[in-house]
């Protein structure tokens, strides 16, 4: 059974870089056929897709609103992928999940973020 | 800026047949945007339901279907049942980005 887990620092100042992990265990990330992605949801508000990396690192695909701060990133040896988000303000409060992402199938429990001086 | 929309919310019986749509501002849902739906209960996870516009989930229960209607995604649940009360999610694929809908809160009433 596939478990995915994130971690990272739950306070980040505004206009740093918050970088979060997502580690897999149950299963291989590398030479699989998918997606792996990263989804962010604020307090009381809906679904936003961040990004995804296919398992081999490549292609990766960010949200256009997104992009310019985003880095997602794969490390097949530790069987982790990664998310780096810079220039963080208040509206990136919010939990944090990764998921796989071809079928939604598998999801971790999400972390919160809160950015505040 | 893509768009996805979903009715803010809807009410269905218990026992009653409610569908929730999913549409694009691009124009016409069609099986290439690989729709995926999903269910979340107040302070848990989402759970993917369906995917690839009709496919279930081993969790996904009999009640729940998907399908392409009029133009848009659709989540059919027949048969709704107290438990199916939550917001539920769709979520397109755009070739190198993916847009999720704002969601559906259901409630069974």
């Known amino acids: 059974q596939l478990q995915l887990q994130e971690s990272g620092p739950g306070l980040v100042k505004p206009s740093e870089t918050l970088s979060l992990t997502c580690s897999v265990s149950g299963g291989s990330i590398g030479g699989t056929p998918y997606f792996w992605g990263w989804v962010r949801q604020p307090p009381g508000k809906g679904l936003e897709w961040i990004g995804s990396?296919?398992?081999?690192?490549?292609?990766?695909h960010y949200s256009p609103s997104l992009k310019s701060r985003v880095t997602i990133s794969v490390d097949t040896s530790k069987n982790q992928f990664s998310l780096r988000l810079s220039s963080m303000t208040a509206a990136d409060t919010a939990v944090y999940y990764c998921?796989?992402?071809?079928?939604?199938?598998?999801w971790g429990q999400g972390t919160l973020v809160t950015v505040s001086s | 800026q893509t768009v996805v929309t979903q009715e803010p919310s809807l009410t269905v019986s218990p026992g009653g047949t409610v569908t929730l749509t999913c549409a694009s501002s691009?124009?016409?849902?069609?099986?290439?945007?690989?729709p995926i739906w999903f269910q979340q209960k107040p302070g848990q996870v989402p759970r993917a339901l369906i995917y690839d516009t009709s496919n279930k989930h081993s969790w996904t229960p009999a009640r729940f279907s998907g399908s392409l209607l009029g133009g848009k995604a659709a989540l059919t649940l027949s048969g709704v049942q107290p438990e199916d009360e939550a917001e539920y999610y769709c979520l397109l694929q755009y070739g190198d980005a993916r847009f999720f809908g704002g969601g559906t809160r259901l409630t069974v009433l």
């Open positions: 998921l796989r992402e071809k079928t939604g199938d598998y």
């Open positions: 990396i296919y398992s081999s690192g490549s292609p990766y």
């Open positions: 691009t124009g016409v849902v069609t099986s290439d945007y690989y």
